[in-house]
């Protein structure tokens, strides 16, 4: 039987493609440049025919730069697999796209990216996969979608795909299965609202918007007790109590089992209530639409800029692309690489089952001789 990483590569072979990039790591890490900005980065290794973080508790920092280009007018996808074979707790598994500038060996956290794309796990509380956009009109300010998409957080490989159109229309896939589409427009705060709450208009003074009211023709009983505890009528001070010793004696309180509560008059509809008031909009005058958001002048490297508290994660398959055919064929020759990482998981935990099962009987095997043996000793005796 083929192993795994043979299979990976047997499946993919059948999607070449003119792509604008594309990396298997069929050639290892070449061109691929580790940062420097900081020295105590991890270091990736390769593995299982992608690239694995080797170092708990590390930021990571590795680039490769490729023909610059850009996507106006064009269909922009970017995809890559990810296998968290540690099951992992708390780390990054997405990828930077930059401009062809990037310093590769000064890539660090601070880098000007265009768009960040792919899963991010930690606890219980973070499992996103992020989409995330440089907005050059916003001081080139990140911008994060606003949609909820969530990443996979097994030991099993998955691709991660983000389609960008030049109608602003953005799809994530997750092993080729569409888990979210939307607009640029709707998802990100790229534009100022088209509308806005109209300055000169303030809610009147004597606008009513309260619902209910206490009835004015209510009154408390007379007879209502709100006193929670009285003195214990059954209390007595006790013969031995010195005044000057003990101090002056008090009697002891007790609930009062007539107390009734606080008293509160009933609520009636408030006969002066004229509804919520709702501020009038109008166009907001700094509104300026802009059909270019989804729009790169300059591409020329991807990033992988994370940090992972256990190590572990598998990068593969990256592919940049502006031709969605090159999408269909990678998510048709992923699926081999998927049923490959089953099947290879499935043969290690019943290898690993067919281990224990072993040594469970060999110990079992030993108890039953050391009894047979105390037996003996015992019948010689």
């Not at 590569?9 to 594309?22: H, I, N, Q, W």
């Not at 299982?48 to 490729?66: E, H, M, P, R, V």
């Not at 089952?353 to 072993?358: C, F, H, S, Y």
Request: charged share 35%; hydrophobic share 35%; aromatic share 10%.
């Amino acid at each position: 039987m083929m192993s795994y990483s043979a299979l990976v590569v047997a499946a993919l072979a059948a999607s070449a493609s003119a792509a604008l990039f594309e990396d298997n790591f069929d050639a290892g890490l070449d061109g691929w440049v580790q940062s420097k900005a900081k020295s105590d980065l991890g270091k990736f290794e390769l593995s299982d025919g992608g690239i694995k973080t080797s170092q708990d508790a590390k930021f990571y920092g590795l680039s490769k730069s490729f023909d610059k280009f850009s996507n106006k007018d064009k269909t922009l996808i970017v995809s890559f697999s990810v296998k968290h074979a540690q099951t992992i707790d708390c780390g990054g598994g997405y990828v930077k796209l930059f401009p062809s500038d990037l310093d590769l060996e000064k890539m660090e956290g601070e880098s000007v990216y265009n768009i960040m794309f792919g899963p991010d796990i930690c606890g219980y509380s973070t499992k996103k996969v992020h989409v995330i956009f440089r907005a050059p009109n916003k001081d080139n300010k990140n911008l994060e979608s606003s949609a909820t998409i969530t990443a996979e957080t097994d030991d099993l490989v998955h691709l991660y795909s983000l389609k960008v159109e030049s109608d602003n229309k953005y799809t994530v896939y997750v092993d080729g299965t569409e888990k979210h589409s939307g607009s640029l427009k709707d998802d990100f705060e790229f534009l100022e609202p088209k509308e806005i709450k109209d300055p000169a208009v303030s809610k009147p003074k004597d606008w009513v918007d309260e619902q209910q009211i206490d009835d004015p023709e209510d009154t408390k009983p007379e007879d209502w007790v709100e006193e929670k505890e009285i003195v214990d009528p059954e209390a007595e001070k006790p013969e031995d109590w010195d005044d000057d010793m003990d101090g002056e004696w008090e009697a002891p309180t007790i609930d009062n089992p007539d107390y009734k509560g606080e008293w509160s008059a009933k609520r009636i509809d408030n006969p002066a209530y004229k509804g919520e008031w709702v501020h009038p909009m109008i166009a907001n005058p700094d509104f300026v639409d802009d059909d270019s958001m989804y729009s790169f002048e300059d591409f020329g490297a991807i990033g992988i800029d994370v940090w992972q508290v256990k190590s572990g994660t598998i990068f593969d398959n990256f592919l940049i692309t502006n031709d969605e055919a090159d999408l269909t064929a990678q998510f048709e020759s992923f699926k081999a690489v998927q049923e490959a990482d089953k099947a290879a998981k499935e043969a290690a935990e019943a290898e690993k089952k067919a281990a224990e099962d072993a040594a469970k009987a060999a110990e079992e095997e030993e108890e039953e001789e050391e009894e047979e043996e105390e037996e003996e000793a015992k019948e010689e005796l």
